[in-house]
């Protein structure tokens, strides 16, 4: 990572990316959560950082 010129990057911020982009390309809580081993929504939706533009531009597309 040190090439790229990211500094105190960590396998758990990864994490928090891919379940947000699961989200985003329209996946329901019980697909992201079997993808991401959580069991409840409550500890799932720490992880989620969604972004409304890209919301928006999914619900225009359908």
Same mark, same amino acid.
């Given at each position: 990572?040190? *090439?790229?010129? !990211? /500094?105190?990057?960590? @396998?758990?911020? *990864?994490?928090?990316?891919? !379940?947000? #982009?699961? @989200?985003?390309?329209?996946?329901? !809580?019980?697909? /992201? &959560?079997? /993808?991401?081993?959580? #069991?409840?929504? +409550?500890?799932? +939706?720490?992880? /989620?950082?969604? +972004?409304?533009?890209?919301? &928006? +531009? #999914?619900? #225009? &597309?359908?």
């Amino acid at each position: 990572m040190r *090439l790229l010129g !990211i /500094v105190n990057l960590h @396998f758990h911020d *990864l994490r928090h990316e891919g !379940i947000s #982009r699961l @989200f985003e390309r329209g996946y329901q !809580i019980q697909e /992201v &959560a079997m /993808v991401s081993g959580h #069991r409840d929504w +409550k500890s799932l +939706k720490r992880y /989620v950082n969604l +972004k409304p533009g890209e919301l &928006a +531009k #999914r619900d #225009r &597309a359908r």
